[in-house]
């Protein structure tokens, strides 16, 4: 017997609806896990970008299934057709060219329609190069940020270095990872190196599980110059090093962080205070707030 679960509107969806999210390989074939192909063979229908790669993942695994195609350009009109067939009960799976669906990919739109709809949405994790890249880095794992692309053109790109670069100012701290075209590599990496700072670390990861992967690491303005030179072949992720700490704030900065302080705490605690957030040392900031304290 079929069970079914209630949704908002009492409406019961079969138990068997599902919208699978699989990941795939990233250029080695071999990496799908069994349960991505079980996934895969027992879906009504696969949604992918482009079926005829697809195909020769399925082919070369001997999965066969029906495939839809489902990319940027229809994935808004077809996403009410899909839900439709989730709540009447079907197991639909949703796959890329390449690696974990929705990382800048589509997707995105059908998921969030069968959330909205109540269809279970799971998914069945596997390769993703965003992650590969970082681990493989050498920069701190943790925190990052991942941002996908960066604008293509060079005004737009610059822009938005600089909104990530007012974010730094602001305080965020983490490892950066971009995706890039092999032939903007070069240019990116030096508006990189124009809007963060030269010397950041930073990484290029390339061909990641396939016969010519290689991970260069330097600094922005070194791994900028040797793209600019030469066009990596292949695929590319960029990741850059977290923005350093601001410098210890000393004169005029430092005198305003201890009134600040000051204004609202103890002597003793505002020099606590702000010794332990500049990293200075407390019998430096103590003796300091001493002065302005006798000044005032
Ligand atoms: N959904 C995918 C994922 O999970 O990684 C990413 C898809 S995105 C459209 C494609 C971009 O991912 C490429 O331009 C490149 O920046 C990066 N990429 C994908 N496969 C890669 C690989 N094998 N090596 C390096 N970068 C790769």
């Known amino acids: ?8 509107d009492a409406s019961p969806i079969p138990s068997s609806a599902s ?11 071999g990496d799908i896990s069994p349960r991505a192909c079980a996934a895969l063979a027992e879906a009504s229908a696969v949604l992918c970008e482009d079926t005829r790669v697809t195909s020769k993942l399925l082919a070369r695994h001997s999965i066969s299934a029906t495939m839809l195609a489902l990319h940027d350009h229809n994935e808004e009109s077809e996403a009410p057709r899909l839900v439709a067939r989730l709540l009447a009960g079907e197991k639909l799976a949703l796959v890329s060219d390449a690696g974990t669906p929705l990382v800048s990919d589509p997707g995105y739109r059908l998921v969030r329609a069968a959330i909205a709809a109540g269809v279970p949405v799971s998914a069945i994790p596997g390769p ?10 050498g920069l701190p794992p943790h925190p990052f940020m991942f941002h996908g692309f960066l604008p293509p053109k060079a005004v737009a790109r610059a822009a938005e270095i600089s909104r990530i670069a007012g974010m730094e100012a602001a305080g965020l701290s983490a490892t950066l990872i971009f995706y890039e075209s092999p032939h903007r590599t070069g240019e990116a990496l030096a ?13 290029v990861a390339r061909e990641l599980t396939k016969r010519f992967e290689e991970v260069r690491r330097g600094t922005l303005a ?10 990596p072949r292949g695929e ?21 962080a201890l009134r600040a302080a000051m204004a609202r705490l103890s002597l003793r605690d505002a020099a606590a205070t702000v010794a332990e957030a500049t990293g200075l040392p407390r019998k430096r900031v103590y003796a300091r707030a001493l002065e302005l304290a006798a000044e005032e």
């Open 1 to 8: 017997m079929e069970t079914s679960v209630e949704t908002d």
């Open 19 to 29: 919208l699978i999210l699989v990941a795939t390989p990233i250029g080695n074939l």
């Open 128 to 137: 993703n190069a965003a992650v590969m890249a970082l681990t493989l880095s």
């Open 191 to 203: 508006a990189l190196a124009k809007g963060l700072g030269a010397d950041r670390p930073a990484a």
């Open 222 to 231: 070194e791994l900028a110059a040797l793209y600019s030179e030469q066009e």
């Open 236 to 256: 590319v992720v960029l990741c850059v090093g977290p923005a350093p700490p601001p410098a210890a704030p000393t004169g005029v900065a430092l005198d305003e």
